[in-house]
């Protein structure tokens, strides 16, 4: 039996399709495709039903996907334990993250961690919730960092941050006659977004109907993917926009930004570590008691 076969085979019943697994897994497809005939020969079964567009798990294939899943699972542990043996923690670790954590956040957490086990190399790249859904799936990335609760039963989730949202506008070019303003008068500003799939769109739009505000009779004028460039246009007087506290910390010293209250609106929200149980690597347990050994001293 080929592990690196049983691999291959894995990442295509994640992707139901043999061209994506071969650029994931940087193969050919004919070297997919022919690895995973090598295994249904092996077996004398067809594991995938194939169709132009996509393939799908034959019954004889569910029943080797889920052994599959438990051997990849044993194989990661054994690798953990033999690591932590010997004292070492080290390898490749990667990480992705929303914008929000991943530029205001991770930085700190990252860097100290980095400093506390330097023979851990670390990758963070920064992607919106759907995303790194997405990279979670295809095994892309270790552990993902989100601002919303996924409804993924696959994923374990842990809280290890927590945060508000709070609007904000621009002091300098006074879209209101006050800081306090009235649900009304919400949606009568022009109103600079978050992208659809971003997980703070999400957490502001589930706030909002909470509180009894319909977030699409904001009056939004543009939607942006980038916090910095919300950030920007709020304080050029073009709108306002409800972005995280953690991402605003400086403007709101420098009162380059200012905070609107609305009566009664209240829209905290935790940030979210998501991973794989049973896949988890050992510098992705490090990190994940790393911040939770912070969480116990703050």
Request: charged share 25%; aromatic share 8%; net charge negative.
């Amino acid at each position: 039996m080929n592990l690196e076969y049983l691999k291959v085979f894995y990442v295509a019943a994640n992707n139901k399709n043999f061209s994506q697994t071969a650029k994931d897994l940087h193969l050919s497809q004919s070297s997919v495709s022919l690895q995973i005939k090598q295994l249904e020969e092996q077996w004398c079964c067809q594991l995938f039903e194939r169709t132009t567009k996509k393939i799908t798990l034959t019954p004889a294939g569910e029943i080797l996907y889920e052994k599959v899943i438990k051997l990849l699972s044993l194989i990661n542990e054994t690798e953990n334990e033999l690591q932590e043996l010997k004292g070492m923690v080290h390898g490749d670790l990667k990480v992705g993250a929303s914008l929000t954590i991943g530029e205001y956040i991770l930085p700190f957490i990252l860097a100290d961690f980095i400093h506390h086990y330097p023979r851990v190399n670390v990758s963070l790249k920064v992607y919106n919730s759907e995303q790194i859904v997405e990279k979670l799936l295809k095994h892309e990335i270790n552990l993902g960092f989100i601002e919303s609760m996924l409804s993924y039963p696959a994923f374990k989730q842990l809280s290890f941050a927590e945060d508000e949202l709070i609007i904000i506008s621009s002091p300098h070019k006074k879209l209101t006659q006050s800081s306090e303003i009235t649900r009304e008068e919400l949606l009568t500003l022009p109103f600079i977004n978050r992208e659809k799939g971003s997980g703070t769109r999400q957490v502001m739009e589930d706030a909002l109907r909470k509180n009894h505000v319909d977030p699409e009779k904001l009056n939004i004028i543009m939607e942006l993917q980038q916090t910095e460039a919300i950030k920007s246009f709020v304080e050029a007087g073009l709108g306002v926009s409800i972005i995280s506290k953690s991402a605003v910390k400086k403007e709101l010293k420098l009162q380059t930004l200012e905070q609107l209250t609305l009566e009664g609106l209240s829209l905290p929200r935790n940030f979210y570590m998501v991973y794989h149980e049973e896949a988890l690597s050992q510098t992705s347990r490090k990190l994940i008691e790393f911040i939770q050994g912070l969480n116990k001293h703050t």
